[in-house]
C-alpha cells in the first residue's frame, strides 16, 4: 500500500490539502442558484445591511459552504481514526453504530416532534448519537476489546436501522415518510448558520479528541500488547476515539444526515500518500474529507440534475466503487 | 533495591491459574533466560514483569516503586517489551516502525535524539538495509529483526523478550543472541524466553525454569539446566557436550512414562 518512494512529507501534504478545502469552501460560496453579486453581497453583509444579496450570503451560501467543510473533516478524520482504533481498513465511523442513532434521534424528532425550530432536528440527532455512545460503553465496558466493540456497534446500528423502519412504517401519510426518506439520505442545502454554531464547538471538541489519540493509535500498529508497553492505556485510548467520533460524526449526522463513504474512502485513498502510520492519516484525511464532501457538494448544484441529487447519494455512487477495488486488493494479498 | 523484581506472582485467565507465586528478580547487567515446557507461564510471566498484566497476588517494582506508582509513560521507558509473534498491522517501512519505539519519549527533552536512536536500533539489529522496505514485504526473519530493532530503540534498561530468535535460522539466532549478551554486557537487565537449551545454556547468565506457573528453579545455567530439573519441567532425556568451554545441551529423547500435560498441549484428535 505504501512504499516509501510514494510517501508524501506530511508537511507538505497536510498544506496542499487544507489549502485545497479553503478554496473549495471559497468556491462554494461562490456557486448558487441565484446570481449573487458576491462583492455586493460581501460589502453588505460586512455592513450589516440586510439586503437580498447578503441574505443569500448569510442564510443560503455561507452556512452551506461551512458546513461541507466541518462534516466532511468530521467524517474524514473519524474515518481515519477509526481504522486506526480497529485496525482495519474497512472500518468507518458508522461501524460503532453512532451514525445510525444520531439518524434514529432526528427520525423521532420528525415523527413526534410538533412544534420544530430549526434546530430541534439536529439537537435530536446529537441526543441519539450521545445516547448511543453512553450504550455503547454501557454494553462494550470500559475494558472491552476490539470484537466487543464492534458487536454492540452491531446491534445498535440494527436497532436503530429497525426502529427508523418503524418510524417510516407508521409514518402518518406518504409524505411524511418521503420527507424522513430525503433527510436521511444527507444534504447540505437549507442549513443556517445557527446549525453552523450548534454543530462547530462540539465537532471541533471532537476533532481535539481523535487528534489527541494519534500517537496511542500509531502504537497499536504492533498489537495491544506492544501499544500498552509502550506506555498507552488502550481503554482510554477507544475512549478517546470513541468519544471523539461520536461529537464529530455524531454531529455531522444530526446536521446533514447520513453522508456515507467519506469516511472510509478518504483515509484508504491517503494512505497510499502519507502511509499507513495511523497517526499521520488523521490531518490528511481531515482535510480530505472536506475537499470530497465540498467538492460533492458543488457537483450536485452544478450537474444540471433536477431535483437536486442528495450529497450522500453522490458520496456513496462515488464511494462504492472504491469499497469494491479495496475489497479486491485485500483479496489479492491474500492469495 | 534496584532492578526489575517480581514477588510471589500469582496470574491466573478464565479461571485457570498461568502463574503461582513466582519470584523473579532481574538486576542491571544481566541477561536472563525464561525457560519451561508450552503452558508453563513464561509468556505470562513476561507480559507482568512489563507491566502488561496485572497480578491477582504478589507485587512487582521497578527499582523498588511498586508499579501501581509509577506513571504508564515512565515505566514503558524503562522497560522494552518485545512481544511474541511479530504483529503489523498496516504496511509501515521497517524505520517508521523502529521509530514507534521512541513513542515513550515523545515530548522528553532527549527526543531530539529519536532519529540517533532509531539508525543505531536499526544497525544493532543489522536490518539498516530494510530500513525503507515495507514490512509487507519482509521475510519472517527479516520481520522479527526489524521488530527487534524496534525494542531496542526504546533503550530502556529493561529489555524484556519473549521468543526473539523462533523465527530465525541458526546464524540469525546465534547474532541475536549476541546482540542480546552485547546489551547485557552494556548494563541493561534483559530477560529472555526461550525454548532452545543451547542457547540458554551458553548465553544466560541465569535461568529460571518454570513448570504448571511455578518456578522449579532460578539458578545458573548449569544448575537449573540439569538433568534433574530438565527431566522434571520438560520430561526429557538430555545430552551435554562440552566444546571450548561452553555447554551444549541437546534433547535426546522423551522420559518414560510420558509426563502428564496441560490439556491446551494435547494435539487434536
Known amino acids: ?335 | 533495591m534496584s532492578g526489575l523484581e517480581a514477588r510471589g506472582l500469582a496470574l491466573g485467565h478464565g479461571g485457570r491459574t498461568m502463574l503461582a507465586g513466582v519470584d523473579l528478580r532481574l538486576a542491571s547487567g544481566e541477561m536472563v533466560g525464561i525457560l519451561g515446557p508450552n503452558g508453563a507461564g513464561k509468556t505470562t510471566l513476561l507480559r507482568a514483569l512489563a507491566g502488561l498484566a496485572p497480578p491477582m497476588a504478589g507485587s512487582l517494582a521497578l527499582d523498588g516503586t511498586p508499579f501501581a506508582r509509577i506513571a504508564d509513560r515512565d515505566r514503558a521507558r524503562a522497560i522494552a517489551y518485545l512481544a511474541q509473534g511479530a504483529e503489523v498491522n498496516w504496511e509501515m517501512t521497517a524505520r517508521a516502525v523502529v521509530a514507534l519505539g521512541r513513542l515513550p519519549h515523545r515530548g522528553h527533552p532527549k527526543s531530539r535524539d529519536d532519529e540517533t536512536a532509531v539508525a543505531e536500533a536499526l544497525r544493532q539489529a543489522d536490518v539498516p538495509h530494510l530500513a525503507d522496505r515495507s514490512c509487507a514485504t519482509l521475510s519472517g526473519g527479516e520481520r522479527a529483526r526489524v521488530l527487534l530493532a524496534r525494542a531496542l530503540a526504546v533503550r530502556g534498561r529493561f529489555l524484556l523478550a519473549d521468543e526473539p530468535v523462533a523465527a530465525l535460522d541458526p546464524l540469525l539466532q546465534l547474532r541475536t543472541m549476541e546482540l542480546l549478551g552485547s546489551i547485557a554486557r552494556a548494563g541493561s537487565g534483559v530477560a529472555v524466553v526461550l525454548h532452545d537449551l543451547s542457547l540458554a545454556a551458553r548465553f544466560c547468565d541465569r535461568i529460571v525454569l518454570l513448570a504448571g506457573g511455578r518456578a522449579l528453579a532460578d539458578a545458573p545455567p548449569a544448575v537449573a539446566l540439569g538433568d534433574a530439573p530438565v527431566a522434571e519441567a520438560f520430561g526429557i532425556d538430555v545430552i551435554r557436550h562440552l566444546h571450548d568451554g561452553e555447554t551444549f545441551v541437546i534433547p535426546r529423547r522423551p522420559r518414560a512414562p510420558p509426563i502428564a500435560r496441560s490439556s491446551d498441549d494435547r494435539p487434536s484428535p
Request: net charge positive.
Open chain 1, 1 to 335: 500500500m505504501s512504499g516509501a518512494s510514494r510517501t508524501v512529507p506530511e508537511r507538505l501534504l497536510v498544506p496542499a490539502l487544507a489549502v485545497a478545502a479553503l478554496a473549495l469552501t471559497a468556491a462554494s460560496v461562490g456557486i448558487g442558484y441565484a446570481p449573487l453579486d458576491l462583492t455586493a453581497a460581501i460589502t453588505d453583509a460586512w455592513a450589516g445591511r440586510n439586503t437580498p444579496e447578503a441574505l443569500v450570503l448569510l442564510e443560503l451560501r455561507l452556512p452551506r459552504a461551512i458546513l461541507g467543510l466541518l462534516v466532511g473533516m468530521s467524517l474524514g478524520l473519524a474515518g481515519a481514526a477509526m481504522q486506526g482504533l480497529l485496525r482495519n481498513p474497512l472500518a468507518e465511523p458508522g461501524i460503532v453504530g453512532i451514525s445510525g442513532a444520531a439518524a434514529l434521534g432526528a427520525v423521532l424528532v420528525f415523527y413526534f416532534g410538533t412544534n420544530l425550530t430549526q434546530l430541534t432536528l439536529p439537537l435530536g440527532g446529537i441526543a441519539g448519537a450521545a445516547l448511543a455512545t453512553i450504550v455503547l460503553f454501557a454494553l462494550a465496558g470500559r475494558g472491552a476489546g476490539t470484537t466487543t466493540l464492534i458487536l454492540a456497534g452491531v446491534a445498535i446500528n440494527a436497532f436503530a436501522g429497525s426502529a427508523t423502519a418503524l418510524a417510516l412504517n407508521l409514518a402518518p401519510n406518504p409524505y411524511a415518510a418521503l420527507e424522513v426518506v430525503f433527510w436521511l439520505m444527507g444534504s447540505l442545502a437549507d442549513r443556517s448558520l445557527a446549525h453552523v454554531w450548534l454543530a462547530a464547538p462540539l465537532m471541533a471538541i471532537g476533532w481535539l479528541a481523535l487528534l489527541a489519540a494519534a500517537p496511542g493509535l500509531d502504537a497499536l500498529t504492533l498489537g495491544e500488547d506492544t501499544a500498552t508497553s509502550l506506555g498507552f492505556r488502550l481503554s482510554s485510548l477507544r475512549l478517546w476515539v470513541i468519544t471523539g467520533s461520536a461529537l464529530a460524526v455524531g454531529t455531522a449526522v444530526a446536521v446533514t444526515g447520513a453522508i456515507g463513504f467519506v469516511g472510509l474512502v478518504v483515509p484508504h485513498l491517503l494512505r497510499r500518500l502519507v502511509g499507513s502510520r495511523p497517526g499521520a492519516l488523521l490531518l490528511p484525511s481531515a482535510f480530505g474529507g472536506g475537499v470530497m464532501v465540498l467538492a460533492a457538494d458543488i457537483a450536485v448544484r452544478t450537474s444540471g440534475i433536477r431535483p437536486e441529487l442528495k450529497l450522500g447519494v453522490v458520496t456513496s455512487i462515488v464511494g462504492a466503487p472504491f469499497l469494491f477495488h479495496l475489497i479486491w486488493r485485500l483479496r489479492r494479498r491474500m492469495t
